[in-house]
């Protein structure tokens, strides 16, 4: 699968084998502007510069979860931005942390089970992020062609994020769903409990 995101307030998914449209996601308020997948390529992330992040399932084109941007009260500077326009979006390497980067000046980073972010940090200009593949470290650019680098969290995958990680490399939510298991396990093992 293909995620395309053109400055539209809708994303486009793609089959790579037919190289034809599977689904549009819509759900933004605004231009969306960055998207990924998770390792597992169980999850997709967009952006938008409605201040937005929507967590989907790919394979059904539900809406999983919303993640909004706002700003700091007080903020981390005397700055007068109020603008939280997101400019980027990306999952950790283990699937367990997103990181975001706003026109508020802010690096966020979110843990998947929460709904707020778990550590900010000051930048400015900030355009887009990724996370070192082996983890532990963000990169941020900046619109003035400046790199950044910022210590990322490190955690030890528990056993059971592990076994889901294994499962949805290579199974869909629809094959997850026809699986003879208990519901709760499906419900996690298509994230729809954390």
């Known amino acids: 699968m293909l995620c395309s995101a053109?400055?539209?307030k809708s994303v486009f998914l793609w089959s790579m084998r037919s190289y034809t449209l599977i689904r549009k996601l819509e759900g933004h308020q605004s231009s969306v502007v960055s998207c990924d997948f998770s390792p597992d390529s169980a999850l997709l992330v967009t952006a938008s510069?409605?201040?937005?992040?929507?967590?989907w399932d790919p394979y059904t084109g539900e809406r999983l979860r919303l993640l909004h941007h706002t700003q700091?009260?007080?903020?981390?500077?005397?700055?007068?931005?109020?603008?939280?326009?997101?400019?980027?979006?990306?999952?950790?390497?283990?699937?367990?942390?997103?990181?975001?980067?706003?026109?508020?000046?802010l690096?966020?980073?979110?843990?998947l089970e929460l709904k707020t972010p778990i550590a900010f940090a000051p930048m400015t200009n900030g355009l887009c992020c990724t996370f070192f593949p082996h983890g532990g470290v963000?990169?941020?650019?900046?619109?003035?062609?400046?790199?950044?680098?910022?210590?990322?969290?490190?955690v030890l995958s528990s056993l059971k994020h592990l076994c889901r990680k294994a499962l949805r490399s290579f199974l869909t939510t629809?094959?997850?769903?026809?699986?003879?298991?208990?519901?709760?396990?499906?419900e996690f093992?298509?994230?729809r409990t954390f």
């Not at 939280?84 to 997103?98: I, M, W």
């Not at 690096?107 to 843990?111: D, K």
Request: aromatic share 10%; charged share 20%; with cysteine.
């Open 6 to 8: 053109a400055g539209e």
């Open 49 to 55: 510069y409605d201040t937005n992040v929507i967590m």
């Open 72 to 105: 700091l009260d007080p903020p981390m500077d005397d700055s007068d931005v109020h603008i939280s326009s997101l400019r980027s979006v990306c999952f950790s390497p283990e699937g367990l942390y997103l990181a975001t980067v706003a026109d508020d000046r």
């Open 107 to 111: 690096l966020r980073i979110w843990a």
């Open 138 to 154: 963000i990169a941020t650019g900046t619109r003035d062609g400046h790199v950044q680098f910022w210590t990322a969290p490190r």
């Open 174 to 186: 629809y094959q997850v769903l026809a699986l003879p298991i208990p519901k709760k396990m499906k």
């Open 189 to 191: 093992l298509t994230y």
